[in-house]
Every structure is written in structure tokens, then in C-alpha cells.
């Protein structure tokens, strides 16, 4: 970690400027090196210096560049940025002339590792401004920088907070029990508290699970039939929001054949297959792989078709979809209709009516997805929920123990045996935002209890 | 010439010179004054909370506080006998003349121990290493090995009111300059605080306006080697009283003469956090509108009522106020005021985990003078620095408890690894896997070191060779004993209100049951065992998930426990740590990664880059 490393900081293209930043304990020589202007070893810390980027006698570009010298920098470590003017080939030429005289370029997400390295961020908060920079919606980015400042620290350390009192009364009933001015916690007073708690961690993780879909977006698919008109929806959907319809690659072995922003939300539509190519979802892969598609999506757009009757693979299919999310749409309503809808067993606020020629009910489904993910409640209110897969895993060992706890309870366990479970959870808790503390605990034994010889 | 000399005839001292002289070292235990040996000068009791398995511990390793508070104690008591088997815990009420005697018949019993009255003042030093003690006459006594046990004796003042009086407990002199002499030799010495109640006597308190606290009905003993040595019948109470309203205002209107309040402005010493005086907890509890008191006796043999909870650093007009505004206590005479003492320690990061010093070598120091409080505390490093410097002696290795295997293991890694902020008191909640340091099975867990190190003899070991084969053949026998739900057993359950079994199940199912007990299956059938095999069975059949359990977090923190830290690293040279943790590495000098993970201070990312830096530079591996 002794080397100095250089990236772009802006994303690459056309802007009207961009930033290159560079950090390690060389930084600041070895952009003096290639700058004409005043000695940048000799200007203070955390200003900005104007001046020109030099190949020798070739000026490259006019710059600003920002001293920052160790520890007050992003990674704590000597850092400069150069504002260039934009522009790929300027930019690229400069970041040349830095590798030329020493630096490395960066590994992704190489600055924040070295934040963490060097004690400048927690884990939590290093996560954090991984997601910053991938955020794409203003939710996202709203909820990674909710993490950088501690709002999701400060939720776990409100429930470790209750628990500690808990831990801390029952400890000083095992280590004072000759005071009996001191409250006596029984299994009796423990059930409600810890009732209380369980709800708390339940609503962190079902806020979570928001979280990760602010974070991930919502995988969707839509499953149909031939020509039951897949990719028309599809282009409808995208037809309007063409911009961010990319070919990228999602997260786990999933094609993502375009991105769908609705309200803040991204809806990952998933290529079953490659609906647009062949259209024949359930005839190419059959009812089985079908149902694979439905258990991995967090949402199912099935249509069917008005035209047609309902057949049996399809019947088979709707049976199991009870429990998902699922909003099933009935195309091609400016046919006849053939379709017998009292033959769908499902729950009838979930069907909609679509005609895509005719371009009714796009907006209809859209509502109903609104409704579905309760993305309005989301978007009014600060997302501060955990959103990393580690946290939430901590999280849901959590509610394991909690609900053994009560078992436990059940079982007229004694409360010292209780407290062992209790405070496992708590240090647990504290892995979260790495603040587990013996010292903590032991403060507050004697802060809130009256004990002594 | 002395192998061993043991500087403090406190519980530190006499174990760490039983333990030396046991061990066949020439000894010498030198001590201010020979009366004092063993002595009680705060309360009277042994054992308590977590304590009372310390003492338990003392004895499954060889040492001797168990068996001479069993044969001396005025009552005895399972504390947290209807919690779980972890935190249960003995305490006994000693007596402050008897228990010293016996204490002394054991020391002059021991052929290599020498017993001698002596300030000491200085220490002989060559090249960092002690060499034996200088007396404040000038006297040189030499030694391979010297123990300091001085408990409060260093710089030792008496706070009442306002007054400091350079003594230590009963008026003793104090030792001057020795501390002074260890700051030069490169210690870093810390000022501590800590006070005591007054005694009353006995014939002046109505008891009737008291509470009565028996000892417990059922016999009970520290020792795994003795039979109880008293009759139930014959155990002394305790009372309780509570403070009332006035007491409160009196404390109140003469709070500025406390010497803690203000009547001295020179006090440096850190009080304990769980012992703090009757003033701080008016004060910081001023909604409480009584506290608990205890009246303890001291000893057969006096009248002196120990009255616990009241401790203060009031003068002594104000001690009549406050004594006389209890109930019981209107009358009372006091036959000695309360007070605080203020001492010096030095900071116990300077230590190694054999108790040896870093700063000088052959120099041992175990008690107080560590920086924590308790006559049980003090015993077990006493104990534990006796053992270590005979091992030293012998040029083998130190014996190191890790935090699974005693509490004591937990208070020697808590001081050198964390430090200290107000004087130690060992607490069950220090220890992360109570339920592996039991009361109940502290021979399981230590009298094998107890053995390898020569406190243990062959006798003993026997029996503990003989009650482990025991446990697991009655572990054997509940798994292939079936109990049938015939009618007479279907009635016994239903009059319990225990859900009567489905089908015929094993006694070890059944034990897994949290209301079934060996007593309740015995109305059926009688376990083949003594009492003491069919407890050990009965808690892990009952708790076995819990245990494992421990035993797996226990094998996480071995496992970090192996990855050593190489002694001659320079954490100059690792880069990028943060610089707080920097500072803390290079006080503690943590042996293992788990020590390391254990400092405060020290953060997960410190950890990681020191790993990595470790396997760089030594090429340990992960």
C-alpha cells in the first residue's frame, strides 16, 4: 500500500470537466512534476493552485489542481486532484503523463479501500460509498449517503441501546443478588421486551428488503405465451424512458434487457430466455423452467392473451402463483374476447386490462406496481435501512436467536442462560457498525444501578 | 541465599510463598508487620459473585484460600442458587481472627518458608533485572526471584474529612519510596482510591429493627478436599437495615466535608466504579429514597459489626450523625470510623501474562498493587505469580490461563491487555463463557494444571481421574435408561404439572427437559452415583445446547489465540495503522492476535493490516 495510485474521478466522456485524482505519499511530487505553476510541495494543505499540466515544454491543459496532504484527506493519505478540461484525449493524456512519472492507476474502489485501511471510514460506511458510486437512482444515491453518515449506525446502536439495559439489569441480578432494590427481571417482564425487540429487528430487515430494492432494483419478468404480445410490453415500457435502456449485465447470471424507472425504482426487466427473439417463452422452455423464472423474480408480469382460452400449461402455471408478486395482464382487449376470466383463480385486484396497440393500461400497470412495492411510502420518507447483503445476513441471525430466545422463555430457561443469548445478539449488532464494547456495558451497569460496599 | 522472596503478607502474598515454598523453593515471606498476615481490613467476607468460583479455582489448582475460609467462616451461602448453574456462586462470612490463624499454622507448616518482619524500600537492580530487596535500614536480602504483593502499603493515605494521613490500614506504616524506586526503574505507576465503612459494636444494635440473612441450610465447602468443617445450625446471620430520609439530609447539608466533596482538594486516586461511598450514591441516586445496608460480624471473637454499603470519607462528627439516623442504630457505638485510602498501583499493561514484569526481569507482581480490588482477586494472581516464578525458577514455561479455562485467566488477560481505569473487580458479566467456569466444575477445568505444576498430588488426582470416568459412564447409563409411562409415572408427572412423555424415552431426553431433575426421576428409579456425578450430569444434559455452544465460540477464540505475534515487532515499521491503535499495540504487546483483537482501541481494520503485515514480514500464516 506504499505505491501512489491515479484514477479518473468523473465518468468517462464528454463533460465540461473532469477529475483526476491521485493519492499515496508521492502524490504531491509527482504531480509537481508535471505542473508548471507554484511548487505544489511548498503550498499548504487543502488549497487550490491554478496553473498548467506540462509534457516537458508541451503545455497539455489549463488545470486547477487541490492539495490535500495527510491525515484530513478522503483516504488519509496525501492526496491532489487535477480538474482538467474534460475531453477524452486531454484527460487520458494526462492521466499518461502520471503513470509516466510513478503513480499506478487505481483498482476499482481502490481509494475507499484505502480509506478503510487507514481507519478513515468504518465498514459500514466503506460500503456505503461503493453503492454512492454506483447509485443510479436519486434514491440510492439518498441512501448511500444515509450510510456515510452513520443514519443506518444509528438505528442498530437504538437496538442495541434497549438491550444493553436488559443485559446490564440481569447482569447486575447475577453479580449484586443480595440488593433487593434493584429490579428483579423474571421471564415474565422479559417476554413483551423482548416482543418489542423482535418487531424492531423485523422492521429494520423489512426495510431492508426496501433497501435492497432502491439498491437492486426489482426483478421482473414476464411470462406468456407466444404472441401473447411479451415484448410489445416490453418496448411500451421502455418506449418512454430510452435513455437508460442498456445491455448490461446484472448482478448475478441474469440478462438485464433494460432498466425501467418508476418513481425512483428500477425495474430490472429479466430476458427470460431472450423473450424478444424467440416470443415463445413457455413453448422454448417449458413450464418447468417457467416456474424456476417465477420463484427467482421479485416480480411476475404474466400475460395472457383475450383472444384465447386458457389453457392447461398456463392453468398449471397461475395455480402456484399464489404468494408471489404478480400482477397478471390481459392483452389484445381490442379482440374478441375468448378468454374465460372467472376460470382465473387468482386474486382479481391483480388483473389488468391491456390493449398495447392501442396503448391502454401501460399507465394502469404502472399504478399497480406503485401499490404493489409501496414505492410511494419509500419515496416520502428517508431511506435509511441497511443495504448490503452482510448486514442484513447479521440481521437475520438476529431474529433466528430472537425467536429461540423465546423458545427459550417458553421453556423456563434461567435468566442467566437468557442473558447469554441476548447479549450474543447484541455483539452481533455491533459487528454491524463495529462497535462491540465489553466497556460499554459495564458503564452502564454502574451508571444505572445503585451497588457498593 | 532466597530462590523466592515474597514482599506482603496479604492474600497475594501468602499464596504466591505457599505456592513458591510448596513447591520446594527456599522462600522468604517479608511483611511490615507478621501480625498482619492474612488480614481482612475491608469486609469480612470471601467469595461472592463470580469471587466465589475464583476461590473454587484457588483450590482445584493447589492453593489454599478455600480450605482456610472453610475451616474459619461464620456462614456460608450459594448466591443465584435459583439461576442457572453458571453464575451460581459461594460467599462466605469470614472471621477476621481465626482465619488469619489458621492461615498462619498453614505458612509455619511449610519447610521451605521463612517468615520475617521488614520495610522494604528498594529493590537490588542489575541490567533490568531484580537481584533481591533493600530494607529501609539499608539492609540487602538477595534472591532470584523477588514477588511484590504490597497491596495499598505504597504511598498509603488514610482520607477522613479533611485530613491525610500518610498510613496504611490500622494506622501501619506505609512503604515511602518503593514506589518512587519502581517510577525510576521505568513503571508507570497510577494513584487509587478505594474506602471502607465503620464497625459498630455488636451489643449497641437493636436488632429488631434489622432483617435477619442466615447462611444457607444445606452444607457447603470452597475445598474439593474437605468435608464441611461447621455445623448448619451453628452459622452467625447477617442483618440488613436501609438508610432512611434523614440520613440522606445529613449527608446532604455536610456534603463539602466529605473528603471526596471537597474538604481535600488534592485527591488523585481513582475510586471504584462498583464500590462507590454512601456520598456518590445520594448524590448520583438522589431519587432512591433508601439504600441497603449490611451488618456483618467480623469475628466470634469480637464485637465489631462490619456495616456494608455505608462506606465514606466523612469526619467523624458526621459518622455519628449518619450511624445514628438508622434504624437499629440509634444508639449505636462506633468503634471505628470509615474511610478512604488512597494508594498506588502500578499500570498492569507492564505485565506479561506469567505476571512477570516487562520493566525489570524476575520481578513478579500479583494483588492491589496490579490495580485490582478483593481479597480473592489478590489470592489467585498471588497464587498464580508463585506458581509462575517457581516455573521460571525451573526454566520451564509460565502457566497461562486462557479466558475458557478460569476466571482467573480472565482477570490476568483483562489487566494486561485492557488496562485498568478504577480498581479490578472480577464480575461474571467480564467472563464470555461463564458457562464453561463454573462453580461446579472448577477441579474439571484446573486440577490437572494444578497437578503438572506440583500443587496437586497423586491422591488428588485420582479422585478427579475417578469422578471424570464417573461422569461419562452415568452419561452412558441415563442414555440407555428408559423411563415407561406406566400409571404410577403418568400420576407423578401430572401432580408436577409436567406434560406427561408420549412414549418411553431415555433419562437423557428427559434431563433435557428444563423441569425435569435427577431428584424428580429418582422417585422412579436411583441413579447409580454420588451427588456430586449426577449434578455434573444433570447441567449438561440441561444445558447442552448452551454448552456446546460455548465450547464453539471458546474454539473461534483458540484458533485466533494460535496466530502469534512474533515478541521483537516494531509496530514503527507496520504501516497504515490507525495511530491510536499504534500507541495501544505498542503499550500492551499483545502475544496473540486475540489479545490484540481484545485492546481497546484497537480496530478490525488495525487487525487486518497487522495480519497481513505478519505474514509478510514472518511469513506466519493466516
Same mark, same amino acid.
Given at each position: 500500500?506504499?505505491?501512489?495510485?491515479?484514477?479518473?474521478?468523473?465518468?468517462?466522456?464528454?463533460?465540461?470537466?473532469?477529475?483526476?485524482?491521485?493519492?499515496?505519499?508521492?502524490?504531491?511530487?509527482?504531480?509537481?512534476?508535471?505542473?508548471?505553476?507554484?511548487?505544489?510541495?511548498?503550498?499548504?494543505?487543502?488549497?487550490?493552485?491554478?496553473?498548467?499540466?506540462?509534457?516537458?515544454?508541451?503545455?497539455?491543459?489549463?488545470?486547477?489542481?487541490?492539495?490535500?496532504?495527510?491525515?484530513?484527506?478522503?483516504?488519509?493519505?496525501?492526496?491532489?486532484? *487535477?480538474?482538467?478540461?474534460?475531453?477524452?484525449?486531454?484527460?487520458?493524456?494526462?492521466?499518461?503523463?502520471?503513470?509516466?512519472?510513478?503513480?499506478?492507476?487505481?483498482?476499482?474502489?481502490?481509494?475507499?479501500?484505502?480509506?478503510?485501511?487507514?481507519?478513515?471510514?468504518?465498514?459500514?460506511?466503506?460500503?456505503?460509498?461503493?453503492?454512492?458510486?454506483?447509485?443510479?437512482?436519486?434514491?440510492?444515491?439518498?441512501?448511500?449517503?444515509?450510510?456515510?453518515?452513520?443514519?443506518?449506525?444509528?438505528?442498530?446502536?437504538?437496538?442495541?441501546?434497549?438491550?444493553?439495559?436488559?443485559?446490564?439489569?440481569?447482569?447486575?441480578?447475577?453479580?449484586?443478588?443480595?440488593?433487593?432494590?434493584?429490579?428483579?427481571?423474571?421471564?415474565?417482564?422479559?417476554?413483551?421486551?423482548?416482543?418489542?425487540?423482535?418487531?424492531? *429487528?423485523?422492521? *429494520?430487515?423489512?426495510?431492508?428488503?426496501?433497501?435492497?430494492?432502491?439498491?437492486?432494483?426489482?426483478?421482473?419478468?414476464?411470462?406468456?405465451?407466444?404472441?401473447?404480445?411479451?415484448?410489445?410490453?416490453?418496448?411500451?415500457?421502455?418506449?418512454?424512458?430510452?435513455?437508460?435502456?442498456?445491455?448490461?449485465?446484472?448482478?448475478?447470471?441474469?440478462?438485464?434487457?433494460?432498466?425501467?424507472?418508476?418513481?425512483?425504482?428500477?425495474?430490472?426487466?429479466?430476458?427470460?430466455?431472450?423473450?424478444?427473439?424467440?416470443?415463445?417463452?413457455?413453448?422454448?422452455?417449458?413450464?418447468?423452467?417457467?416456474?424456476?423464472?417465477?420463484?427467482?423474480?421479485?416480480?411476475?408480469?404474466?400475460?395472457?392473451?383475450?383472444?384465447?382460452?386458457?389453457?392447461?400449461?398456463?392453468?398449471?402455471?397461475?395455480?402456484?402463483?399464489?404468494?408471489?408478486?404478480?400482477?397478471?395482464?390481459?392483452?389484445?382487449?381490442?379482440?374478441?374476447?375468448?378468454?374465460?376470466?372467472?376460470?382465473?383463480?387468482?386474486?382479481?385486484?391483480?388483473?389488468?386490462?391491456?390493449?398495447?396497440?392501442?396503448?391502454?393500461?401501460?399507465?394502469?400497470?404502472?399504478?399497480?406496481? *406503485?401499490?404493489?412495492?409501496?414505492?410511494?411510502?419509500?419515496?416520502?420518507?428517508?431511506?435509511?435501512?441497511?443495504?448490503?447483503?452482510?448486514?442484513?445476513?447479521?440481521?437475520?441471525?438476529?431474529?433466528?436467536?430472537?425467536?429461540?430466545?423465546?423458545?427459550?422463555?417458553?421453556?423456563?430457561?434461567?435468566?442467566?442462560?437468557?442473558?447469554?443469548?441476548?447479549?450474543?445478539?447484541?455483539?452481533?449488532?455491533?459487528?454491524?457498525?463495529?462497535?462491540?464494547?465489553?466497556?460499554?456495558?459495564?458503564?452502564?451497569?454502574?451508571?444505572?444501578?445503585?451497588?457498593?460496599? | 541465599?532466597?530462590?523466592?522472596?515474597?514482599?506482603?503478607?496479604?492474600?497475594?502474598?501468602?499464596?504466591?510463598?505457599?505456592?513458591?515454598?510448596?513447591?520446594?523453593?527456599?522462600?522468604?515471606?517479608?511483611?511490615?508487620? @507478621?501480625?498482619?498476615?492474612?488480614?481482612?481490613?475491608?469486609?469480612?467476607?470471601?467469595?461472592?459473585?463470580?469471587?466465589?468460583?475464583?476461590? #473454587?479455582?484457588?483450590?482445584?489448582?493447589?492453593?489454599?484460600?478455600?480450605?482456610?475460609?472453610?475451616?474459619?467462616?461464620?456462614?456460608?451461602?450459594?448466591?443465584?442458587?435459583?439461576?442457572?448453574?453458571?453464575?451460581?456462586?459461594?460467599?462466605?462470612?469470614?472471621?477476621?481472627?481465626?482465619?488469619?490463624?489458621?492461615?498462619?499454622?498453614?505458612?509455619?507448616?511449610?519447610?521451605? $518458608?521463612?517468615?520475617?518482619?521488614?520495610?522494604?524500600?528498594?529493590?537490588?537492580?542489575?541490567?533490568?533485572?531484580?537481584?533481591?530487596?533493600?530494607?529501609?535500614?539499608?539492609?540487602?536480602?538477595?534472591?532470584?526471584?523477588?514477588?511484590?504483593?504490597?497491596?495499598?502499603?505504597?504511598?498509603?493515605?488514610?482520607?477522613?474529612?479533611?485530613?491525610?494521613?500518610?498510613?496504611?490500614?490500622?494506622?501501619?506504616?506505609?512503604?515511602?519510596?518503593?514506589?518512587?524506586?519502581?517510577?525510576?526503574?521505568?513503571?508507570?505507576?497510577?494513584?487509587?482510591?478505594?474506602?471502607?465503612?465503620?464497625?459498630?459494636?455488636? !451489643?449497641?444494635?437493636?436488632?429488631?429493627?434489622?432483617?435477619?440473612?442466615?447462611?444457607?441450610?444445606?452444607?457447603?465447602?470452597?475445598?474439593?478436599?474437605?468435608?464441611?468443617?461447621?455445623?448448619?445450625?451453628?452459622?452467625?446471620?447477617?442483618?440488613?437495615?436501609?438508610?432512611?430520609?434523614?440520613?440522606?439530609? @445529613?449527608?446532604?447539608?455536610?456534603?463539602?466535608?466529605?473528603?471526596?466533596?471537597?474538604?481535600?482538594?488534592? @485527591?488523585?486516586?481513582?475510586?471504584?466504579?462498583?464500590?462507590?461511598?454512601?456520598?456518590?450514591?445520594?448524590?448520583?441516586?438522589?431519587?432512591?429514597?433508601?439504600?441497603?445496608?449490611?451488618?456483618?460480624?467480623?469475628?466470634?471473637?469480637?464485637?465489631?459489626?462490619?456495616?456494608?454499603?455505608?462506606?465514606?470519607?466523612?469526619?467523624?462528627?458526621?459518622?455519628?450523625?449518619?450511624?445514628?439516623?438508622?434504624?437499629?442504630?440509634?444508639?449505636?457505638?462506633?468503634?471505628?470510623?470509615?474511610?478512604?485510602?488512597?494508594?498506588?498501583? @502500578?499500570?498492569?499493561?507492564?505485565?506479561?501474562?506469567?505476571?512477570?514484569?516487562?520493566?525489570?526481569?524476575?520481578?513478579?507482581?500479583?494483588?492491589?498493587?496490579?490495580?485490582?480490588?478483593?481479597? +480473592?482477586?489478590?489470592?489467585?494472581?498471588?497464587?498464580?505469580?508463585?506458581?509462575?516464578?517457581? $516455573?521460571?525458577?525451573?526454566?520451564?514455561?509460565? $502457566?497461562?490461563?486462557?479466558?475458557?479455562?478460569?476466571?482467573?485467566?480472565? $482477570?490476568?488477560?483483562?489487566?494486561?491487555?485492557?488496562?485498568?481505569?478504577?480498581?479490578?473487580?472480577?464480575?461474571?458479566?467480564?467472563?464470555?463463557?461463564?458457562?464453561?467456569?463454573?462453580?461446579?466444575?472448577?477441579?474439571?477445568?484446573? #486440577?490437572?494444571?494444578?497437578?503438572?505444576?506440583?500443587?496437586?498430588?497423586?491422591?488428588?488426582?485420582?479422585?478427579?481421574?475417578?469422578?471424570?470416568?464417573?461422569?461419562?459412564?452415568?452419561?452412558?447409563?441415563?442414555?440407555?435408561?428408559?423411563? !415407561?409411562?406406566?400409571?404410577?409415572? !403418568?400420576?407423578?408427572?401430572? !401432580?408436577?404439572?409436567?406434560?406427561?412423555?408420549?412414549?418411553?424415552?431415555?433419562?437423557?431426553?428427559?434431563?433435557?427437559?428444563?423441569?425435569?431433575?435427577?431428584?424428580?426421576?429418582?422417585?422412579?428409579?436411583?441413579?447409580?452415583?454420588?451427588?456430586?456425578?449426577?449434578?455434573?450430569?444433570?447441567?449438561?444434559?440441561?444445558?447442552?445446547?448452551?454448552?456446546?455452544?460455548?465450547?464453539?465460540?471458546? +474454539?473461534?477464540?483458540?484458533?485466533?489465540?494460535?496466530?502469534?505475534?512474533?515478541?521483537?515487532?516494531?509496530?514503527?515499521?507496520?504501516?497504515?495503522?490507525?495511530?491510536?491503535?499504534?500507541?495501544?499495540?505498542? +503499550?500492551? #504487546?499483545?502475544?496473540?492476535?486475540?489479545?490484540?483483537?481484545?485492546?481497546?482501541?484497537?480496530?478490525?481494520?488495525?487487525?487486518?493490516?497487522?495480519?497481513?503485515?505478519?505474514?509478510?514480514?514472518?511469513?506466519?500464516?493466516?
Amino acid at each position: 500500500m506504499n505505491d501512489t495510485i491515479c484514477a479518473i474521478a468523473t465518468s468517462q466522456g464528454v463533460g465540461a470537466i473532469a477529475i483526476i485524482r491521485v493519492s499515496g505519499e508521492e502524490a504531491i511530487n509527482i504531480v509537481n512534476k508535471i505542473f508548471k505553476g507554484k511548487d505544489l510541495t511548498k503550498v499548504e494543505s487543502h488549497s487550490i493552485n491554478y496553473g498548467h499540466i506540462v509534457d516537458g515544454n508541451e503545455q497539455i491543459d489549463e488545470v486547477l489542481v487541490s492539495v490535500m496532504r495527510s491525515p484530513r484527506t478522503y483516504t488519509a493519505e496525501d492526496t491532489v486532484e *487535477i480538474n482538467t478540461h474534460g475531453g477524452i484525449a486531454p484527460t487520458n493524456k494526462v492521466l499518461e503523463l502520471l503513470l509516466e512519472n510513478g503513480c499506478r492507476i487505481a483498482e476499482p474502489g481502490e481509494f475507499t479501500k484505502r480509506a478503510f485501511l487507514n481507519g478513515r471510514i468504518d465498514l459500514l460506511e466503506a460500503e456505503a460509498v461503493m453503492d454512492m458510486i454506483d447509485a443510479k437512482t436519486e434514491n440510492q444515491r439518498k441512501m448511500a449517503l444515509n450510510q456515510i453518515g452513520g443514519k443506518t449506525s444509528q438505528l442498530i446502536n437504538e437496538l442495541r441501546s434497549d438491550m444493553v439495559q436488559i443485559i446490564s439489569n440481569i447482569n447486575v441480578n447475577i453479580d449484586y443478588p443480595e440488593y433487593d432494590d434493584v429490579d428483579i427481571i423474571t421471564n415474565e417482564i422479559l417476554v413483551p421486551k423482548i416482543a418489542k425487540l423482535k418487531d424492531k *429487528i423485523k422492521k *429494520i430487515l423489512k426495510e431492508s428488503e426496501n433497501g435492497k430494492m432502491i439498491k437492486n432494483g426489482i426483478k421482473t419478468s414476464i411470462i406468456g405465451r407466444p404472441n401473447v404480445g411479451k415484448s410489445s410490453l416490453l418496448n411500451a415500457l421502455l418506449e418512454e424512458d430510452k435513455a437508460i435502456v442498456t445491455d448490461i449485465a446484472g448482478t448475478t447470471r441474469d440478462i438485464v434487457e433494460g432498466q425501467i424507472n418508476i418513481n425512483g425504482i428500477l425495474l430490472n426487466m429479466i430476458d427470460t430466455a431472450g423473450i424478444r427473439k424467440t416470443d415463445d417463452i413457455i413453448e422454448a422452455i417449458g413450464v418447468e423452467k417457467s416456474l424456476k423464472i417465477m420463484e427467482e423474480s421479485d416480480l411476475i408480469l404474466f400475460m395472457l392473451n383475450n383472444n384465447e382460452t386458457i389453457t392447461e400449461d398456463i392453468k398449471e402455471l397461475l395455480d402456484k402463483i399464489e404468494g408471489k408478486n404478480y400482477i397478471i395482464l390481459i392483452n389484445k382487449n381490442d379482440l374478441e374476447t375468448k378468454i374465460n376470466r372467472n376460470e382465473l383463480n387468482v386474486d382479481k385486484n391483480r388483473i389488468i386490462n391491456l390493449s398495447i396497440t392501442e396503448g391502454k393500461g401501460i399507465e394502469e400497470l404502472k399504478n399497480k406496481i *406503485i401499490e404493489l412495492f409501496n414505492i410511494e411510502a419509500i419515496e416520502t420518507k428517508d431511506p435509511t435501512y441497511l443495504s448490503n447483503a452482510r448486514s442484513i445476513s447479521i440481521l437475520k441471525r438476529c431474529l433466528k436467536r430472537i425467536e429461540e430466545i423465546e423458545q427459550s422463555l417458553n421453556n423456563n430457561m434461567p435468566i442467566d442462560m437468557i442473558e447469554l443469548d441476548i447479549k450474543n445478539i447484541w455483539e452481533e449488532l455491533g459487528k454491524i457498525n463495529g462497535s462491540s464494547y465489553e466497556e460499554e456495558l459495564l458503564d452502564e451497569m454502574f451508571s444505572r444501578f445503585c451497588l457498593g460496599k | 541465599m532466597y530462590e523466592i522472596i515474597v514482599v506482603g503478607g496479604g492474600h497475594a502474598g501468602c499464596e504466591a510463598a505457599h505456592a513458591a515454598a510448596k513447591k520446594g523453593h527456599k522462600t522468604l515471606l517479608i511483611t511490615s508487620n @507478621i501480625k498482619n498476615i492474612a488480614d481482612m481490613p475491608c469486609n469480612p467476607h470471601i467469595g461472592g459473585s463470580a469471587k466465589g468460583i475464583v476461590v #473454587r479455582e484457588i483450590d482445584a489448582l493447589g492453593g489454599i484460600m478455600g480450605k482456610v475460609a472453610d475451616k474459619t467462616h461464620l456462614q456460608i451461602k450459594m448466591l443465584n442458587s435459583a439461576k442457572g448453574p453458571a453464575v451460581q456462586s459461594l460467599r462466605a462470612q469470614g472471621d477476621k481472627i481465626a482465619y488469619p490463624k489458621e492461615m498462619m499454622n498453614v505458612l509455619n507448616s511449610l519447610e521451605n $518458608l521463612e517468615i520475617r518482619e521488614g520495610m522494604v524500600e528498594d529493590l537490588i537492580v542489575e541490567d533490568n533485572k531484580v537481584k533481591g530487596i533493600i530494607l529501609e535500614d539499608g539492609e540487602r536480602i538477595e534472591s532470584k526471584i523477588v514477588v511484590l504483593t504490597t497491596g495499598t502499603y505504597l504511598k498509603a493515605d488514610i482520607l477522613v474529612g479533611n485530613t491525610r494521613t500518610r498510613q496504611g490500614p490500622h494506622g501501619e506504616k506505609p512503604s515511602n519510596h518503593l514506589s518512587d524506586k519502581l517510577k525510576e526503574y521505568g513503571f508507570t505507576i497510577k494513584r487509587l482510591k478505594t474506602g471502607t465503612p465503620q464497625r459498630i459494636d455488636r !451489643k449497641t444494635i437493636d436488632f429488631s429493627k434489622t432483617r435477619v440473612e442466615p447462611g444457607d441450610d444445606k452444607y457447603l465447602t470452597f475445598s474439593f478436599d474437605l468435608e464441611p468443617q461447621y455445623k448448619i445450625e451453628d452459622q452467625i446471620p447477617c442483618h440488613l437495615t436501609y438508610t432512611t430520609e434523614e440520613t440522606h439530609r @445529613i449527608i446532604r447539608e455536610n456534603l463539602n466535608k466529605s473528603s471526596m466533596y471537597g474538604a481535600l482538594d488534592d @485527591i488523585e486516586g481513582i475510586g471504584p466504579r462498583y464500590c462507590p461511598s454512601i456520598e456518590d450514591k445520594v448524590v448520583r441516586f438522589s431519587d432512591k429514597e433508601r439504600h441497603q445496608l449490611f451488618i456483618e460480624p467480623e469475628s466470634r471473637y469480637y464485637d465489631d459489626m462490619y456495616l456494608q454499603g455505608f462506606s465514606t470519607s466523612m469526619p467523624p462528627e458526621v459518622q455519628e450523625l449518619m450511624v445514628h439516623s438508622l434504624p437499629g442504630f440509634e444508639h449505636a457505638k462506633i468503634l471505628k470510623y470509615g474511610y478512604a485510602i488512597e494508594y498506588d498501583a @502500578i499500570y498492569p499493561t507492564q505485565l506479561k501474562a506469567s505476571l512477570e514484569t516487562k520493566v525489570l526481569e524476575n520481578l513478579f507482581t500479583a494483588g492491589q498493587i496490579n490495580g485490582t480490588s478483593g481479597y +480473592e482477586e489478590a489470592a489467585c494472581q498471588g497464587l498464580m505469580a508463585g506458581i509462575n516464578a517457581s $516455573l521460571k525458577l525451573e526454566g520451564k514455561e509460565p $502457566l497461562v490461563l486462557k479466558r475458557n479455562e478460569a476466571y482467573i485467566g480472565v $482477570l490476568i488477560d483483562d489487566l494486561i491487555t485492557k488496562g485498568i481505569r478504577d480498581p479490578y473487580r472480577l464480575l461474571t458479566s467480564r467472563a464470555e463463557f461463564r458457562l464453561l467456569l463454573r462453580s461446579d466444575n472448577a477441579d474439571l477445568r484446573l #486440577r490437572r494444571h494444578g497437578y503438572e505444576v506440583g500443587l496437586i498430588n497423586e491422591e488428588q488426582i485420582e479422585r478427579l481421574n475417578k469422578k471424570e470416568k464417573d461422569i461419562q459412564e452415568c452419561l452412558e447409563w441415563a442414555r440407555e435408561q428408559k423411563l !415407561k409411562v406406566t400409571e404410577e409415572v !403418568k400420576k407423578e408427572f401430572q !401432580k408436577n404439572h409436567f406434560s406427561v412423555p408420549t412414549a418411553t424415552f431415555s433419562f437423557e431426553q428427559l434431563l433435557g427437559r428444563p423441569e425435569i431433575t435427577v431428584e424428580f426421576l429418582e422417585q422412579f428409579q436411583t441413579f447409580p452415583y454420588n451427588q456430586e456425578i449426577k449434578e455434573q450430569v444433570e447441567i449438561y444434559l440441561k444445558y447442552k445446547g448452551y454448552i456446546e455452544k460455548s465450547y464453539k465460540e471458546a +474454539e473461534k477464540m483458540l484458533k485466533l489465540e494460535k496466530k502469534q505475534i512474533p515478541e521483537d515487532i516494531d509496530y514503527d515499521k507496520v504501516n497504515n495503522i490507525a495511530s491510536e491503535a499504534r500507541q495501544k499495540l505498542k +503499550e500492551v #504487546r499483545p502475544t496473540t492476535i486475540a489479545q490484540a483483537i481484545r485492546i481497546s482501541g484497537v480496530n478490525p481494520s488495525d487487525i487486518s493490516i497487522l495480519s497481513v503485515y505478519l505474514k509478510k514480514e514472518y511469513g506466519k500464516d493466516e
